[in-house]
């Protein structure tokens, strides 16, 4: 059994941060490389950022030099640290275990919108 859950979404001025948690569970965290991923509606889930169990970075073109993902060993939790948000940066961010030769399981989702 997975679980993830997402938080820390909400709105946000252009310009702005946010900080985005993802609480697994400890297998995962132990386990699996992390992601988050990113869905506007009408629009494909894309790959924002992915995390290794030993702590290597990936990031998408978009995002590169303003997100910042990480992981936390003490509260256990994959977070994205969002700096320099864009209205394009407005979507539904979804963690995920990237399960190796099988199937991703995914979290629930958080809304970041970023508006004036």
């Known amino acids: 059994q997975v679980q993830l859950v997402e938080s820390g979404g909400g709105l946000v001025q252009p310009g702005g941060s946010l900080r985005l948690s993802c609480a697994a569970s400890?297998?995962?965290?132990?386990?699996?490389?992390m992601g988050w991923y990113r869905q506007a509606p009408g629009k494909q889930r894309d790959l924002v950022a992915t995390i290794t169990s030993g702590g290597s970075t990936n990031y998408a073109d978009s995002v590169k030099g303003r997100f910042t993902i990480s992981r936390d060993n003490a509260k256990i939790t994959v977070d994205l640290q969002m700096n320099s948000l864009k209205p394009e940066d407005t979507a539904v961010y979804y963690c995920?275990?990237?399960?190796?030769?099988?199937?991703?399981?995914w979290g629930q989702g958080t809304q970041v919108t970023v508006s004036s």
């Open positions: 995920v275990a990237l399960v190796v030769a099988g199937n991703n399981y």
């Open positions: 400890g297998s995962i965290f132990r386990t699996y490389a």
